[in-house]
Structures are given as C-alpha cells and as structure tokens.
T-cell receptor, first 112, second 113 residues
Framework: DAKTTQPPSMDCAEGRAANLPCNHS???????VYWYRQIHSQGPQYIIH???NNETNEMASLIITEDRKSSTLILPHATLRDTAVYYC?????????????FGAGTILRVKS | KAGVTQTPRYLIKTRGQQVTLSCSPI?????VSWYQQTPGQGLQFLFE?????QRNKGNFPGRFSGRQFSNSRSEMNVSTLELGDSALYLC???WGLGSYEQYFGPGTRLTVT
C-alpha cells in the first residue's frame, strides 16, 4: 500500500504557482520523498526527490517539513502542459531497490 | 540520448493466448522495472531486473514472467491471457539498484478480447 496521502484533485490558474501537498506521517529516517507525474497516456516522469532539505530543480521545488511528515511540490509558473496526475512516493532505495509504490495521486488541472 | 523504448505500442490478443512485450532501456542503464496500469488498480509494480537477475517481484500470479538480457534489454511474458490483463504495461529504466531517478517508456497498451 502507498504510504502517502494526497488530495484527489486540484485546479490551478495558468501562470500561477501550483502547490501540491502530500502527507507521509509514517515516513522512516531512510526514506526519501519522490515526485513523479503522468501526463495523459504517457509513462510517468520523474520530477524531484528529497530526504530532509528543500530541493529545487528546473521543473519544481520540493518543500519538506522539519518533522518530515509532509511535503509540498511547487510548480512555480504552471502551464497548460503541467496538467497531469502527480504522484508523491516515499521509499528507501536501499531497502526496496527501484520498486515504486504508486498511490492514486493528485489530478492537477491547469486552466487558462 | 534515446529514451526508453517499448514494443509493440499496441496489441490485441484473445483470451488464453500468450504475449511477449519488449523494453529497451536507456543506453548504460542496467536496471529495468515493469509496471501494470489499469483504471481500477492504478500503477502496480510487476518486477525488477538488474544484471539479468530478478531483484524484486510484485504480487502478481505466475502467469506473469520476465527476463533480462546481457545488453539490459528486457522482456515480459504473460501466458494464458485473461480479460483482466488488459492494461497499459510500462517499463522503467535506471542506472542501477537504488537509483533516485527512473525513466519510463511510453508503454504497451494490451487489449485482451
């Protein structure tokens, strides 16, 4: 079973920041937080990952709370092409290898 | 750099038949994982291969099997197809075990009639 809880859907206006929350209250010390997204009819796409510190790359920022029980993925300037299902996943890469356990994710709809 | 390729992209089979799907990982990647995606169950892990060895297996019946070749290419096989096997089958590749990033292919859409 997935170890994360995400809202089923969210809307965002084009050009605005999209903030996608994720709860992972049972996360263990060795588990990382990963975000993937799946645009309709395509394979999932890796976005970002983090352990404790906030992370930023060219796609997004990941904010992890100090107690690590929740996190937020931020798309700074959402475009229509960011409409997708966003999955928050926690895993310990050393324990489970590359296995990803996907939950239902959050459907993000970016609207013009 | 070429991405993950999966063949065929679409396939229609009849109940009771068997099917083989192929996945070519990104050059240099040695780990390949397979997933099944259905509307009812979502994305579910099937198995993972690294250096031609199965490293991890999901909760699927023995009708689902796979293998990996010395060039890291992988195949998965489903025997005695059932209607419920209709799904999008996705392959993901990464450098090795415990990789942070995995790269998914476009998937093979299997329809069982």
């Amino acid at each position: 079973d997935a170890k994360t809880t995400q809202p089923p859907s969210m809307d965002c206006a084009e050009g605005r920041a999209a903030n996608l929350p994720c709860n992972h209250s049972t996360i263990s010390g060795n588990e990382y937080v990963y975000w993937y997204r799946q645009i309709h009819s395509q394979g999932p796409q890796y976005i970002i990952h983090g352990l404790k510190n906030n992370e930023t790359n060219e796609m997004a920022s990941l904010i992890i709370t100090e107690d690590r029980k929740s996190s937020t993925l931020i798309l700074p300037h959402a475009t229509l092409r960011d409409t997708a299902v966003y999955y928050c996943i926690v895993r310990d890469p050393m324990e489970y290898g590359n296995k990803l356990v996907f939950g239902a994710g959050t459907i993000l709809r970016v609207k013009s | 750099k070429a991405g993950v390729t999966q063949t065929p992209r679409y396939l229609i089979k009849t109940r009771g038949q068997q099917v083989t799907l192929s996945c070519s990982p990104i050059s240099g990647h040695r780990s390949v994982s397979w997933y099944q995606q259905t509307p009812g169950q979502g994305l579910q892990f099937l198995f993972e291969y690294f250096s031609e060895t199965q490293r991890n297996k999901g909760n699927f019946p023995g009708r689902f099997s796979g293998r990996q070749f010395s060039n890291s290419r992988s195949e998965m096989n489903v025997s005695t197809l059932e209607l419920g096997d209709s799904a999008l089958y996705l392959c993901a590749s990464s450098w090795g075990l415990g990789s942070y990033e995995q790269y998914f292919g476009p998937g093979t859409r299997l329809t069982v009639t």
